[in-house]
Nanobody
Framework: VQLQASGGGLVQAGGSLRLSCAAS?????MAWFRQAPGKEREFVAA????????HYADSVKGRFTLSSDDAKNTVYLQMNSLKPEDTAVYYC????????????????WGQGTLVTVSS
C-alpha cells in the first residue's frame, strides 16, 4: 500500500488546514502522527474504515476531525483552531490491525507534509 499525504502549509494561529492521505489500497485502520523539530513522533488521530471508529490525542480533541471518502480511499484531517505547538511534519499511516495509537504497529507510511503555525 502506498500513502500520499498532502495539504500542509503555513497558517496563522487560529487558522485551519485540511490534510489528505490517499491510499493505493484498502487497509483496516489509518492514522495521523506528527513530529515536531527535536521531538519524538506522536499520535494525532486514527480511524477504522469498517465502522468509522475514531480516536484522537487529547491535545487535538475538539479541534481536529477525521473524515473519509471511500471512493477515493482517502482520509482527511481537518485541523481547526491551530496553535503554534501544532507545528510539525504530519505523517499518515495505515495498518491491517485494529484502531490504535502506537506507531510501531502501523505497516505503511506516507512521506509527511509540513504544517507550520505562526503566532
Amino acid at each position: 500500500v502506498q500513502l500520499q499525504a498532502s495539504g500542509g502549509g503555513l497558517v496563522q494561529a487560529g487558522g485551519s488546514l485540511r490534510l489528505s492521505c490517499a491510499a493505493s489500497g484498502r487497509t483496516r485502520s489509518m492514522a495521523w502522527f506528527r513530529q515536531a523539530p527535536g521531538k519524538e513522533r506522536e499520535f494525532v488521530a486514527a480511524m477504522t474504515w469498517s465502522d468509522r471508529g475514531t480516536h484522537y490525542a487529547d491535545s487535538v480533541k475538539g479541534r481536529f476531525t477525521l473524515s473519509s471518502d471511500d471512493a477515493k480511499n482517502t482520509v482527511y484531517l481537518q485541523m481547526n483552531s491551530l496553535k503554534p505547538e501544532d507545528t510539525a511534519v504530519y505523517y499518515c499511516a495505515a495498518k491491517t490491525g485494529s484502531l490504535g495509537w502506537i506507531d510501531r504497529y502501523y505497516e505503511w507510511w506516507g512521506q509527511g507534509t509540513l504544517v507550520t503555525v505562526s503566532s
